[in-house]
């Protein structure tokens, strides 16, 4: 439990008491896992920005992310792991998130954007540019960024989990683009989940041929765990569970 970011209640007020006398210990639970090299579990930038916060502007930052549905900071940078989106920076747009978060709705106000930005502002320069950026990726991502590369096409996964198989323009055709980055077709074909290595990328979408572009990939977005399909996420990883972060044993 985190402190002040939750309402005093009398179930905090025993825990609290029963943590001050050691008649508790505490074990156990489940953290929604990284995402990238070099993430970070957004409930934990406060600490690791040393921004200096009072009580009331933590629980403004906690009603924020959760509001997002943010679990850690690779939900929020783009897929080079460079830059944190503008819609995220500005609290204007939600996070495609696997997990089921608390039905509550929280209003963003002004002052909840104000704090967000505090402590995002220490991560950032003033493009929005990581100074650490974020590496290779560890899992595959959550929703936000469904497009892939690979050595037979583009990969389009859905959010049935099916996955749809772009071919690249053929170079007789193909328009020189301004960064030479790469263009796919709108055609698709729906192909089973196959192994080898694939690039997470984001991807532009010509709304007057419907042509994919995408920006040429590095390192940084391989999927490390490229030799196997996704795995899927399981059902009980649930916010009850992500509530639930610790079990409470007394002894």
């Keep these: 439990m985190i402190k002040n970011t939750i309402t005093p209640t009398w179930i905090t007020s025993i825990q609290s ?4 006398e050691s008649l508790l210990a505490i074990h156990g639970g489940w953290t929604p896992p990284k995402q990238r090299e070099r993430d970070i579990h957004i409930g934990d930038l406060p600490e690791y920005t040393e921004v200096d916060l009072s009580d009331h502007q933590l629980r403004l930052f906690h009603q924020t992310f959760q509001a997002l549905q943010i679990t850690t900071l690779a939900d929020i940078v783009d897929a080079s792991g460079k830059t944190i989106r503008l819609s995220s920076f500005n609290c204007t747009t939600a996070t495609p998130s696997p997990y089921k978060w608390p039905t509550r709705k929280t209003t963003i106000t002004r002052e909840h954007k104000e704090v967000w930005q505090a402590v995002l502002n220490r991560l950032v320069s003033n493009s929005r540019t990581l100074y650490s950026q974020l590496g290779q990726w560890l899992v595959a991502p959550n929703k936000m960024l469904p497009y892939q590369k690979s050595n037979r ?5 859905q959010s049935t989990g099916e996955w749809h198989l772009h071919l690249q323009v053929t ?3 193909q328009r020189l ?4 980055d790469m263009e796919y077709q709108s055609e698709f074909e729906v192909v089973q989940p196959f192994a080898g290595q694939r690039w997470v990328t984001d991807a532009c979408i010509s709304t007057t041929t419907g042509v994919i572009t995408v920006p040429t990939v590095d390192q940084a977005n391989m999927l490390q765990c490229s030799d196997r399909p996704p ?3 399981s059902v009980v990883h649930t916010w009850q569970r992500f509530e639930q972060c610790k079990l409470i044993y007394i002894h």
């Design 177 to 180: 683009t301004r960064h030479n």
């Design 171 to 173: 170079h007789r055709s």
């Design 17 to 20: 008491n029963a943590v001050a």
């Design 153 to 157: 096409g583009l990969i389009h996964i």
């Design 231 to 233: 795995p899927q996420v």
